[in-house]
């Protein structure tokens, strides 16, 4: 079965500081990765996408991608309260014959930035 | 929100009665996807869509049927309610079966 982890936190983090995020997942054959923020109440936003190992960064965020080891992480820099949300790890898995059918989620990481 | 919007946002319903979602999008995306969001349960795929007529099961299929008959709406159809279904649900699109996939507003749905 196809599984991706997250530690739930809470994760509590200074204002200004780095907040890191990790993810693991356990289908080998898996090909994208993202990270999603989500809102109370509200619809999950695409923050990050990673396709090939190593660092990926946007602004003050930054994913990194290990395959060997099957882990995701986001780093978020000058963490700002509004950054307070739930982070969920996404992976697509390869489906057998090729291509793609949906993404597995973790069930998230609830990040609180105290001002 | 990418061009995605899903209608009703609120529905209160009892067991045993029909219930339709949809989804509606205007980028043109080939795949479309349905999920429901569950407190302890995170996001799980419902249904998917690689094109009109084309449709497949998601982990969580069981109670659930879908049709696409042109690009741009995706139904999702509780044949007959259940409180288990109680949930929100999402659609999603994306351009590939690997790229990126974004997201509607989001259903609130409630079987009494």
């Known amino acids: 079965q196809k599984e991706v982890e997250q530690n739930s936190g809470p994760l509590s983090v200074p204002e200004g500081a780095i907040a890191s995020l990790n993810c693991t997942y356990s289908d080998r054959g898996s090909q994208s990765f993202f990270w999603y923020r989500q809102y109370s109440g509200k619809s999950p936003e695409l923050i990050m996408s990673i396709y090939s190992n190593g660092d990926k960064e946007d602004g003050r965020f930054t994913a990194q991608l290990n395959k060997a080891s099957q882990y995701v992480s986001l780093l978020i820099r000058d963490s700002q309260p509004s950054d307070s949300a739930t982070y969920l790890c996404a992976v697509n898995p390869l489906r057998a014959g090729g291509g793609a059918d949906g993404l597995t989620f973790g069930k998230g990481t609830h990040l609180i930035i105290q001002p | 929100d990418a061009g995605i919007t899903q209608s009703p946002r609120h529905k209160v319903t009892e067991t045993g009665t029909p219930v339709t979602l949809r989804c509606h999008q205007t980028?043109?995306?080939?795949?479309m996807y349905w999920y429901r969001q569950d407190p302890g349960h995170g996001l799980r795929l419902i249904h998917y869509s690689y094109g009109v007529k084309d449709t497949d099961k998601g982990e969580v299929s069981d109670g659930y049927s879908v049709s696409r008959s042109k690009t741009e709406d995706f139904l999702l159809t509780l044949e007959s309610a259940t409180s288990s279904q109680t949930s929100v649900y999402f659609c999603a699109i994306s351009e590939s079966p690997e790229g990126e996939q974004f997201f509607g507003p989001g259903t609130r749905l409630t079987v009494l």
């Open positions: 980028e043109n995306h080939r795949y």
